[in-house]
């Protein structure tokens, strides 16, 4: 079949339809029976509205071909473009040439043939960066810092170095985040634990609101932040939220610490009360069990038990009074005060009932507590003073034994075990009493420097008490050489004078008497 231009075509179909056109229309006319000029109009506007058609036609074509123009310089647009974000070479001329002589059908079918070959890496790689620029901007708007511009471009460069790019500041950006994550957690978990254990509700303040929905448990079991984003129920990651939760932590662990001290300053009260007031074990046991955690709801019954112990406190004044000065009398006794120093607390010696009251009480108490006070402050200089002691008696003891021979008659075990004990006793008092001493008369001293007057014991200066035993050890020593010196004067004269009678003894009938040769006394047994 031998195909026709369309011009040719057209001409002939045109001819062929006007002819068939014309006859019946010359019917019909002739049949309605219009004259030459209705006839004229009618063709007038038949030819009128075969023109618009064509005109019609001709620009719909038209459109067609600029629709394809457009297509065809998109598509070189993109061409570049891609091109040119994958970092490739472009040569317009090249590609001029590559349409040249080409029907615009011809042209778009071979620039997209060209494009299809780097639109699907382009894509991959615009995606890459597209899903990388959104995490950046979640993360930043998280973090409440802006992105940098650079960050939301992903089509002027599409390379591998720039896909790299993007991940390395998304890596960093997640190491922020998750930086930043554990430092939030691990802030709210103290928040959490701190509101629970001082029982702080959660309507306390918007910042608490937060904090109590802020984490949830993951899969594993660990505690996850329930949003990134600051919520009306979670505090985020925002530039602000470290500061405001150490700031929440240090307000939360000082109101414990706070609370802390007021619970065991009256916890204190509370139990000296009970002892004082001799509250029933039973009654102590209900309060304790009905008080949990640092709560106000601890404080407020804390402070409903300590007013309760003072009414009673209140109606028990008199014998308390009682018990407090004998508490008083018994200090003194086991602190050694003087009775001039006893006389000077004039509280204690106001009988007349109806003028006690609470500040006498008071005063008592205070009393005891500064006697009990000196009372320690005495114990580490009494357990040396009192060891010395028992030391000084021991070492009397053991000159006591030394003059004693008989315990030497002894024989076997009995005899060794008493020279062991003996022994012992030597080496206390040679090592043991004189480290004592130098370490008491120290303390003594210190004492009266710390205290402004001499350590007493026994209602004695305690210092001049051992100035007086060291003066009777020695005189007792020195009497004890006299002794023994006088002793041996009367044996050394006993000896002469047994020596003089000897020599004066004269033999009878001629017979020699005895021997008159002796040892020198200094050499005798």
């Known amino acids: 079949m031998i195909l026709l231009s369309p011009s040719r075509t057209i001409a002939e179909s045109l001819t062929a339809l006007a002819s068939s056109t014309a006859q019946q229309l010359e019917q019909v006319w002739d049949e309605v029976g219009y004259n030459s000029e209705e006839r004229a109009s009618q063709l007038s506007d038949l030819l009128r509205q075969f023109r618009s058609l064509c005109d019609e036609k001709i620009s719909e074509e038209r459109g067609v071909a600029d629709t394809f123009r457009s297509e065809i310089r998109d598509a070189q647009k993109e061409l570049k473009e891609t091109k ?93 985040v998750s930086t930043r994550t554990s430092a939030v957690v691990e802030l709210l978990q103290d928040c959490q634990h701190l509101m629970h254990e001082l029982r702080i509700p959660e309507e306390e303040s918007v910042l608490d609101r937060r904090i109590a929905g802020s984490l949830v448990r993951s899969k594993d079991g660990s505690f996850i932040l329930a949003s990134k984003l600051k919520t009306q129920t979670c505090v985020g990651i925002g530039p602000n939220v470290l500061e405001e939760l150490t700031q929440r932590v240090t307000q939360l662990t000082t109101e414990r ?116 006070t000196r009372l320690e402050q005495m114990k580490p200089i009494l357990r040396i003073l009192e ?85 009777e050890w020695k005189e007792y020593k020195e009497n004890e050489a006299k002794a023994k010196l006088q002793k041996k004067k009367e044996e050394r004269e006993l000896v002469e004078n047994r020596f003089r009678n000897k020599s004066a003894y004269k033999p009878v009938n001629g017979k020699k008497g005895p021997s008159t040769k002796t040892r020198p006394l200094a050499t005798r047994n």
């Open 84 to 176: 040119t974000a994958l970092k490739e070479a472009f040569e317009q001329q090249s590609i001029d040439e590559q349409l040249s002589g080409l029907s615009l059908t011809d042209q778009l079918s071979s620039l997209e043939q060209s494009l299809e070959a780097i639109r699907e890496e382009a894509n991959l790689a615009r995606e890459d960066l597209t899903e990388c620029r959104q995490l950046l901007i979640e993360a930043h708007e998280a973090l409440g810092i802006s992105l940098e511009e650079k960050w939301l471009d992903v089509e002027s460069d599409l390379t591998k170095e720039r896909r790299a790019d993007f991940h390395r500041k998304l890596e960093e950006i997640k190491h922020q």
């Open 257 to 372: 610490k706070t609370r802390k001290v007021r619970l065991q300053e009256m916890g204190t009260e509370i139990a000296t009360m009970w002892e004082k007031l001799q509250v029933s074990d039973e009654d102590q046991r209900k309060f304790t069990q009905g008080v949990q955690g640092l709560g106000m709801d601890t404080i407020v019954k804390g402070e409903e038990e300590l007013r309760r112990l003072h009414n009673l406190k209140a109606e028990m004044l008199s014998k308390l009074i009682s018990d407090a000065r004998a508490a008083i009398s018994l200090l003194w006794d086991e602190t050694n005060t003087p009775q001039q120093q006893r006389e000077m607390f004039s509280p204690y010696f106001k009988n007349d009932e109806s003028q006690w009251n609470n500040e006498l009480l008071d005063l008592h108490e205070e009393y005891i507590m500064t006697l009990e």
């Open 387 to 471: 060891r010395r002691e028992e030391i000084l008696v021991e070492r009397m003891e053991y000159e006591r034994l030394q003059h004693n021979s008989e315990r030497l008659q002894q024989r076997g075990a009995g005899l060794a075990k008493q020279l062991m004990r003996e022994e012992k006793m030597a080496k206390r008092i040679k090592r043991e009493l004189p480290k004592l001493t130098n370490s008491l008369q120290e303390k003594l001293q210190e004492w009266k420097k710390d205290h402004g007057e001499d350590f007493q014991f026994g209602g004695k200066v305690y210092l001049d008490v051992m100035t007086s035993q060291d003066k």
